[in-house]
């Protein structure tokens, strides 16, 4: 198992005194006052023991309307599992499903887990390309194409880490009838749900006809309401397979953070305005980097979700980790080579605008004189 291509370079980066970092998905907002202050009422109330290993009751229950309210997804508690992070529900679910030989189908460019845990299961990733002609989505023509009679699971990363490709609800209806009638069930990981800046709200394979019986969601609060630390996540799906995961995480885990759980109902029942204020700022960040790329020439998939942009940096003829660790030396600035997603991220890097913009202009101004010295620019 190879290490994180992300971490490699945070910890570079890390080490470097005056280093700009866009490596790492990190809201750079404060977590909302309320959470906080939830969080903080609930420490001075003592409230500072296990909770249920499926999580607090109350928290079940916001999570379900928050769901039925923002993506018209229909689950009841028993059918909500409150995990440590989004990380943990991802591990879970593969965990629940892969047998030893099962196969799981993983789309690229993805986040760094996917391959590892399926690995750590004994199951076999089975990697789907995806293409920046195409808008980085998964068509159902590949997906039909690495379907075998070992196919156990469909990992669907929409809005995707580290493209900002969405499906829309056409693009998964596509996809959900390639499922429909076989035993193969989705991983839907919509971390970024909050985060899309097209005409069209997100919308969850889910919801589609036949398929919330086949289809587990992550989703988590470090993205949406700037908690990365407070480590808190959630699964939702049919009740046998939470129950399952459930066994895993009670055994291995026991229980989520108590603060955390607290912290989080405030910011599903209070926190939409601020939602809104950080999902406007991020596309604000979103258009000026994408538009600084182009005018350097890094041409750049116009992302519509998460807070990522991901150029191609092919014209300067170095390979994706040639480049990204020349910028660093030279410049100053961190970003993740393509290939830390997946071999198809090859000829792309990825930046973060998760960061201020004081932040970006400083990066994008190096990156400019980075491209000048080289002749690329």
């Not at 089975?126 to 075998?148: C, M, N, Q, S, W």
């Not at 580290?162 to 035993?183: F, H, K, N, Q, Y």
């Not at 971390?191 to 988590?220: D, K």
Request: contains cysteine; aromatic residues 10%.
């Amino acid at each position: 198992m190879r290490p994180s291509g992300i971490r490699r370079f945070f910890d570079l980066a890390a080490e470097m005194p005056d280093c700009i970092s866009l490596g790492v998905g990190e809201p750079d907002f404060k977590t909302p006052w309320s959470i906080r202050d939830t969080a903080i009422r609930s420490l001075e109330l003592g409230k500072t023991t296990y909770t249920a290993n499926a999580g607090l009751k109350d928290l079940r229950t916001e999570i379900t309307r928050y769901l039925k309210r923002r993506f018209q997804l229909s689950y009841e508690e028993s059918q909500v599992l409150v995990t440590v992070g989004g990380s943990e529900a991802i591990d879970l679910t593969i965990r629940a499903f892969v047998n030893p030989g099962d196969e799981v189908i993983i789309p690229e460019p993805c986040f760094v887990c996917y391959d590892p845990i399926t690995v750590l299961t004994g199951g076999v990733p089975v990697h789907v390309p995806t293409y920046e002609e195409d808008g980085f989505k998964l068509r159902p023509e590949a997906l039909k194409r690495a379907i075998t009679p070992k196919t156990k699971l469909l990992i669907l990363p929409f809005p995707n880490n580290p493209t900002g490709a969405v499906m829309t609800a056409s693009d998964l209806e596509a996809i959900a009838e390639v499922l429909r009638g076989t035993d193969i069930m989705v991983l839907s990981d919509e971390i970024y749900s909050e985060l899309t800046y097209g005409t069209e709200q997100h919308t969850s394979i889910a919801a589609l006809p036949g398929m919330a019986e086949r289809t587990i969601i992550v989703n988590g609060f470090s993205k949406t309401y700037a908690m990365t630390g407070w480590r808190l996540g959630y699964a939702a799906g049919p009740a046998p397979v939470i129950s399952v995961m459930t066994k895993i995480h009670q055994n291995c885990i026991m229980s989520a953070p108590t603060v955390s759980q607290y912290a989080a109902i405030a910011g599903l029942m209070r926190c939409d305005e601020e939602v809104a204020a950080m999902r406007s700022e991020y596309n604000s960040r979103r258009r000026y980097v994408v538009k600084k790329l182009n005018d350097m020439g890094l041409t750049c998939f116009d992302p519509q979700g998460a807070f990522y942009v991901f150029p191609n940096i092919s014209r300067c003829g170095l390979s994706s980790d040639e480049f990204c660790t020349m910028l660093l030396r030279e410049q100053k600035v961190a970003i993740i080579p393509g290939t830390a997603f997946g071999a198809c991220g090859e000829g792309y890097a990825r930046i973060s605008y998760a960061y201020s913009v004081e932040h970006l202009r400083t990066a994008m101004e190096r990156l400019e004189l980075f491209l000048k010295q080289h002749g690329w620019l």
